[in-house]
């Protein structure tokens, strides 16, 4: 049973930059089945996608536009993990972060905790 | 980016009721639809994947279907449980930046 562990911190500051870990259990980052995604949740902006990585021979990184220039994930193999760095950050970026998985393009079937990360000074 | 239309954006029904929610996209999916479950502070479960595959562990109460077009689909429960009370959303993963639709609130 694959399982996510978040962990991050819950404020930033404006024009900071937001940085989260997702640990997995049970799957393998460099999988070649898996993807690894970043979604977030506001009252304003609903469930919104943000990106993901996976490999298939090599990395592969997709983003949404909306975050494209500010945005990096990072798969990191020797600890299983994959982290999201959102850069310059304003309260609209204020929100519950989940990671989560995805295979074969059939939905995100594993799910992170979330962590509420509020930006303010 | 696709739309994701859901109707309606919220519902009041009676434990045992049969209740469809409705999700509409911007263009064809071709089946690459998904339904999500969520309670208040939960992340999403996933619910159907490819439109009208059970997803392991999910009851038999909960089933999904797509219309000809491939932009109209539908998540019915054939008889809401108090368990079932929560919010549904749609989301589709036909191209390479998936998205959701706005969610439909299932009150008692």
């Known amino acids: 049973q694959v399982q996510l562990q978040q962990s991050g911190p819950g404020l930033v500051k404006p024009s900071q930059t937001l940085s989260l870990t997702c640990a997995i259990s049970?799957?393998?980052?460099?999988?070649?089945?898996?993807?690894w995604n970043w979604i977030r949740q506001s009252p304003s902006r609903g469930l919104e996608w943000l990106g993901r990585?996976?490999?298939?021979?090599?990395?592969?990184?997709d983003y949404a536009l909306s975050v494209k220039s500010r945005m990096t994930i990072n798969p990191d193999t020797s600890k299983n993990h994959f982290s999201l760095q959102l850069n310059s950050v304003t309260p609209e970026d204020t929100a519950i972060y989940y990671c989560?998985?995805?295979?074969?393009?059939?939905?995100?079937?594993?799910w992170g905790q979330g962590t509420l990360v509020t930006v303010s000074s | 980016d696709i739309q994701m239309t859901q109707s309606p954006s919220s519902l009041s029904a009676s434990v045992g009721d049969r209740i469809t929610i409705t999700c509409r996209a911007s263009?064809?999916?071709?089946?690459?639809l998904n339904w999500y479950q969520q309670k208040p502070g939960k992340a999403p479960k996933l619910l159907i994947y490819?439109?009208?595959?059970?997803q392991s562990g999910v009851p038999s109460r909960f089933s999904g279907s797509g219309s000809g077009s491939g932009t109209d689909f539908t998540l019915t429960i054939s008889s809401l449980q108090p368990d079932d009370f929560a919010t549904y959303y749609c989301?589709?993963?036909?191209?390479?930046?998936?998205?959701f639709g706005g969610g439909t609130k299932v009150e008692i």
């Open positions: 989560a998985r995805s295979v074969n393009d059939w939905g995100f079937d594993s």
């Open positions: 049970g799957d393998s980052v460099s999988g070649n089945s898996a993807a």
């Open positions: 990585t996976y490999y298939r021979s090599k990395w592969y990184y």
């Open positions: 263009q064809t999916l071709n089946s690459y």
């Open positions: 490819l439109a009208s595959s059970l």
């Open positions: 989301q589709q993963s036909y191209t390479t930046l998936p998205t």
